[in-house]
């Protein structure tokens, strides 16, 4: 990292523009723009992302503040927020979104797959789940979820061995997590560990279809009828491993092939947890430390609420909303690619907060995160006399 350079120039350092230029070119975003590009949005969002800014009038009164900064940040010109809000309204949300991708491939790519306790296997491991943003449904009428409330769905495929969401996809309240199924594209040998709201057969069978894995739990009304068991150590709380079949007509011809089911007893919680798997090779152990890691994405959703801008929106129409949430995506990205390439060891909470009020500095990012003596140690001088040696 250049000495000479801020902070956030730095991290914007690590964007590839000719990767942006494609995702601008390919949706047009720079047509007919004549002083905020595409590229100085992003510059601005992303801001206010790392910054921890409240709303678009706070970002701009800040860039406004270091007026004489904005140029070395990587701004060609001042933001005004009317032209920022207008972007954000009608600017194709899927520039950011189409970036996002190339920025979770190149995640991925720097990031080595870590090892999960308990597992012997080294298939990619998906976990897939949905999180509610609670709005108003007066300023956000078209997000619909209830009579009196509005709200959007995040529906996220994050990759357990990297901690990065490689899919996002935004809905309104009201559609189910099942649905988002059907726009997935499955990778071979890999694992998706999804909750019981997923439990669909047709496209349960589709996964398998693909030749892919998956584990989630099975419903209280789930009706099946057992081919053969094999044994398993009941101390170790497992109840049961057994090969299975559906009973019920309907869902024996959306999903005609053999099941897992593996049942095991949660000590800690005092709960009897029964899983659904179309892996027959993993042990049953592991199947259940599959389910145990599905909760690693309730742990991203709980980061990303606390810490980055996406519950409070700086604009009122469904491209606004999803432009602000992608941006957020790209930001969290960065500062996960900077852990990466730096070997950063402290957590992305403490990389973040120390980001937050250090874009204006110009120490190396690196020099940020590494701890160093504050004050002096106290020397002996052996020539000075002492007082009470005399």
């Known amino acids: 990292m250049n000495a000479g350079k801020y902070v956030f120039a730095q991290i914007i350092a690590l964007v590839n523009p000719k990767e942006f230029a494609k995702c601008v070119k390919r949706y047009q975003g720079d047509y007919r723009a004549r002083t905020l590009k595409c590229w100085q949005q992003f510059l601005g969002l992303s801001f206010g992302q790392l910054t921890q800014r409240e709303s678009l009038r706070d970002l701009v009164s800040c860039l406004e503040a270091h007026q004489s900064k904005l140029y070395h940040l990587g701004f060609s010109q001042g933001i005004s927020r009317t032209t920022l809000a207008d972007a954000n309204e009608k600017r194709d949300w899927r520039i950011y979104a189409d970036f996002a991708q190339v920025l979770i491939t190149q995640a991925r790519l720097a990031n ?20 509610t943003i609670d709005l108003c449904l007066e300023v956000f009428w078209w997000a619909k979820f209830r009579k009196h ?3 959007i769905k995040l529906h996220t495929l994050l990759d357990i ?3 990065i969401p490689c899919f996002v996809h935004i809905t309104d309240g009201l559609s189910h997590d099942v649905n988002v199924l059907d726009i997935l594209d499955f990778e071979a040998d890999a694992f998706y560990v999804m909750d019981r709201g997923y439990v669909d057969w047709a496209r349960l069978h589709r996964i398998n279809q693909a030749r892919a894995f998956f584990v989630t739990r099975a419903k209280s009304n789930f ?8 044994a398993v150590d009941k101390q170790s709380g497992l109840g049961c491993d057994q090969t299975i079949c ?7 011809k959306d999903y005609p092939s053999k099941l897992r089911r593996v049942k095991y007893y949660d000590q800690e919680n005092d709960k009897t947890l029964v899983f659904l798997s179309n892996n027959f090779e993993v ?6 430390l599959l389910y145990k890691n599905r909760w690693q994405i309730e742990l991203f959703f709980k980061w990303i609420k606390q810490h980055l801008r996406i519950k409070v929106f700086w604009g009122e129409s469904a491209n606004a909303v999803k432009t602000q949430i992608w941006v957020a995506v790209c930001t969290f990205i960065l500062v996960k690619i900077l852990k990466d390439k730096l070997q950063i060891l402290q957590s992305m909470n403490e990389i973040l907060q120390i980001l937050s009020v250090s874009v204006f500095d110009k120490t190396p990012v690196n020099q940020l995160f590494t701890k160093t003596e504050l004050q002096k140690p106290n020397t002996q001088f052996p020539n000075q006399l002492n007082l009470f040696d005399l």
């Open 161 to 163: 061995r990297c901690q």
């Open 149 to 151: 409330k509005a709200a």
């Open 246 to 252: 559906l009973k019920n007509y309907q869902a024996a």
């Open 283 to 288: 042990t049953a152990m592991e199947i259940a």
């Open 223 to 230: 009706a099946a009828r057992r081919l053969y068991s094999k």
């Open 112 to 131: 080595p797959a870590l090892s999960l306790e308990g597992l012997s296997f080294d298939n990619q491991i998906y976990a897939l789940d949905s999180s």
